[in-house]
């Protein structure tokens, strides 16, 4: 399980509106807000690798990302195809300049982030975009089995 966010996080967790201050396998979320929550994705072992991807980053660009994931989850919608973009095969990629955090909707009102990377070419890198197919798959066969 990730460790608890240090004061630095929760600065910036206090000050774009969400007050989670760790998450376990029972606690994932990122943003909850009028239109979509936003929560990390965790493996079967409680381990989320975008949430680690997202704790090894800079102080700029998680307020970046926190910055998107408010707007996404309190508007619905971010028409800025710079910010965020839709990849093909339903996985969708948030663009805090220059890294990118890849996710999918579920049914409801989730958006689930499965990976987070720093992107060094013009192109999504595929294993990347397989990573998160893949994550989603695990995401809904473990949601179907109660899990």
């Known amino acids: 399980?990730?460790?608890?966010?240090?004061?630095?996080?929760?600065?910036?967790?206090?000050?774009?509106?969400?007050?989670?201050?760790?998450?376990?396998?029972?606690?994932?979320?990122?943003?909850?807000?009028?239109k979509h929550t936003l929560e990390w994705y965790y493996d079967e072992n409680g381990?989320?690798?975008a949430y680690d991807y997202f704790l090894g980053s800079t102080d700029d660009l998680q307020d970046k990302f926190l910055i998107l994931a408010k707007r996404m989850g309190?508007?619905?919608k971010i028409f800025d195809k710079t910010k965020f973009r839709?990849?093909?095969?339903?996985?969708?990629?948030?663009k805090p300049q220059p890294d990118r955090f890849l996710s999918f909707f579920t049914d409801g009102r989730k958006i689930i982030i499965t990976n987070g990377?720093?992107?060094?070419?013009?192109?999504?890198?595929?294993?990347?975009?397989?990573?998160?197919?893949?994550?989603?798959?695990?995401?809904f066969d473990r949601k179907a089995g109660g899990n």
């Open 86 to 94: 839709h990849e093909g095969d339903g996985i969708y990629a948030f």
């Open 1 to 34: 399980m990730p460790s608890p966010l240090n004061a630095t996080h929760l600065t910036a967790y206090q000050k774009y509106g969400t007050l989670t201050v760790a998450m376990d396998k029972n606690s994932c979320v990122i943003y909850e807000g009028s």
């Open 117 to 139: 990377f720093r992107k060094k070419t013009d192109k999504l890198p595929k294993s990347e975009k397989e990573l998160a197919i893949k994550r989603r798959k695990d995401y």
């Open 74 to 76: 309190d508007f619905g």
């Open 47 to 49: 381990k989320s690798a």
